[in-house]
């Protein structure tokens, strides 16, 4: 099991900036990739950003060049700094954590938070 404590979100004003952060904790040894979704009202939920072990990154389209994952090995903390924010951006973000034990992978959750962007 993995636990995920999400921090950051919030209202922004367009063009602005947001962190979000989330802290592993639990079977954090079996982790093998963190990243972040989003959900706006009336949408699926859409990868936004993740980062393997190995440091490989991967994007949305959406967000390249705006937004920036990384990730701090040693506290199990995954952060996404968000740049230049619109309205397109606006929705829960949802920290995501992808375990794997041999041929068994497993997907944990935090709960969520809002970031809210203003015209």
């Known amino acids: 099991q993995v636990q995920l404590v999400e921090s950051g979100g919030g209202l922004v004003q367009a063009g602005g900036s947001l962190s979000l952060s989330c802290a592993a904790s639990g079977s954090v040894s079996r982790i093998e990739s963190m990243g972040w979704s989003r959900q706006a009202p009336g949408k699926q939920r859409e990868l936004v950003a993740q980062?393997?072990?190995?440091?490989?990154?991967n994007y949305a389209d959406s967000v390249k060049g705006r937004f920036a994952i990384s990730r701090d090995y040693a506290k199990n903390t995954v952060y996404l700094q968000m740049n230049s924010l619109n309205s397109e951006d606006a929705g829960v973000y949802y920290c995501?954590?992808?375990?794997?034990?041999?041929?068994?992978?497993?997907?944990?959750w935090g709960q969520g938070t809002q970031v809210t962007v203003s015209s």
């Open positions: 995501n954590v992808r375990t794997r034990v041999l041929l068994k992978s497993m997907n944990y």
């Open positions: 980062v393997t072990n190995d440091g490989d990154t």
